[in-house]
């Protein structure tokens, strides 16, 4: 299992305020658009990404990071094997990711995640 990338979510009810800055400013573009969720970053430089969320999707509270990996059973399988508890899913999402919560050390909720290839 491998780490692909690692996303900051931060929590907000309004996910348009983030384009003052991150688009028209800065000029990330738009990468990922769910009317909860709203992801900008570059799309040459995959590992330049910033979400802005009202919720984590599927009505469950926004993790602080997603962190997306190859293989996310595996990852599943070492945090219980590590002895962390699972607090959402694994879930295949409609949007094409399966996924699921876990809190890391600090308390911080984490989005594990892979995306569904067809």
Known sequence: ????RIVANIDTQDITAAKSIYQDVLELDILMDHDWIRTYGSPEVEQVQISFASQGGSNTPT???????????AALERMKSAGFTIE????????GVRRFYVRDPFGKLINILAHRHK
């Open 88 to 95: 959402y899913g694994p879930a295949d999402e409609p949007w």
């Open 63 to 73: 993790p602080e990071l997603s962190i997306e990996v190859d293989d996310v059973d």
């Open 1 to 4: 299992m491998k780490v692909k």
